[in-house]
DNA sequence: CGCGGGTTTGATGATGCTCAAGCCCGGTGG
DNA sequence: CCACCGGGCTTGAGCATCATCAAACCCGCG
């Protein structure tokens, strides 16, 4: 399927377009394909577009003073990714984005958003996408500050079951904020939890506290 | 100042609003008061309204399966706070909102916000302040998952210092994400550095270690 | 067939939590 | 006016979780 074609499949699915305002918010886009392992962006760069995912997954990190990657998200189809603080300020970006696999993106350009403002259906379209983004930060907020390694694995195996597999372990581990040790360890000790029959759940020694 | 007052000089500031417009928006607005310990919103509500605070001081704060509180954000004036979560789906909330000092709110509920966004220079605020918005949450996240305590607590310092004497210590401990005792600790040891004469800075035994 | 990146496994230690007292201080009622 | 709360902050001791360091392992690839 062409990158516009997946494009158009995303906004009929999330709001009532004519074949007009379709066509107008298409020539706003403008394709971009990158093999795996390419940037899209380093750190550094003043970028100032949003991308639509057609096909693919990248990552979005930042690198530390200590030299320490810190991957702030996965993005793959269907999702966007861009960065919030370059876009604001027009600064140069603090955030690397690259393709983990071959993909195809349509990016968006700071006028290209504006116009597209002016499509009313895209525009609300456009807020509550920014607003549910905005909800699942908040969600990972509190996880990260107060569930367990584990316990932020097995939310990250619910909530995006399919990148799981396509993301390479440490990459996993440093956007669930643990070293790959530990997250080896912690799938190990899920897949054999012994214990009777099925289900695997009940740990022998679960605490059922919180930190 | 009144609480109508305290907006206008707030839009004012980020950008050219023609009085009639100032108009327009302040009648979407409905005032709103509460008390040191009144809650605006309980987990369970639907609540559909953004509140901007012209005084005062609030936080969000949701409550998980053990009983344990996790505060999501603080917010005193000219800051704006929601439900993002409950505002896109229209289902109950997960979050209380609770005022820790007698405080004054502009609430803005979703038809006023739909309205709002007619005026363009207004709508554009938005979207810059949503952008920011995000920006700061990713920050937030990346300090999360990979920063000590202690930094935590000093990047806090730094961002917010105003807030900082104006909330009880075990919230704040509970915004960082760590426990009050190991809150209370940090800062002992930040406030008796020995070492030298003043400034304090300078640890005497930084490890200069990330995790 | 050997190399190299990623994953696993083990041993050790630091960070920060829990539990348990004690302390400080402002408020209340005798 | 003062004794007595009670909530929040502090201090201490022990312990769990998870990072670090180091080595072995696995496997696709030149």
């Not at 403002?117 to 456009?126: E, I, K, L, Q």
């Not at 390694?149 to 440490?170: D, G, K």
């Amino acid at each position: 399927m062409a990158a516009f074609d997946v494009l158009r499949a995303f906004l009929q699915a999330r709001g009532a377009l004519t074949e007009d305002e379709l066509a107008f918010i298409e020539t706003l886009f403008v394709p971009r394909t990158l093999r795996g392992g390419d940037f899209l962006q380093r750190a550094g760069d003043v970028s100032n577009y949003v991308a639509f995912i057609a096909k693919g997954i990248l990552r979005s990190y930042s690198i530390d003073d200590k030299g320490n990657e810190h991957i702030v998200q996965f993005a793959a189809e269907t999702y966007w990714l861009g960065d919030s603080a370059s876009l604001t300020t027009g600064a140069p970006s603090q955030f690397f984005i690259q393709a983990l696999e071959d993909s195809d993106l349509l990016l968006l350009d700071r006028p290209g958003h504006e116009k597209s403002m002016r499509v009313p259906a895209y525009a609300d379209g456009f807020r509550m996408g920014v607003l549910r983004h905005t909800a699942a930060k908040d969600r990972r907020i509190v996880a990260a500050l107060s569930a367990s390694a584990e316990e932020r694995y097995l939310e990250f195996l619910q909530t995006y079951p399919s990148i799981v597999t396509r993301v390479p372990q440490f990459m996993l581990a440093s956007y669930l904020g643990i070293s790959p040790e530990t997250l080896s360890r912690i799938r190990k000790s899920l897949s054999r939890p012994k214990r009777g029959r099925g289900r695997g759940g009940s740990l022998p020694g679960d605490k059922n506290q919180s930190r």
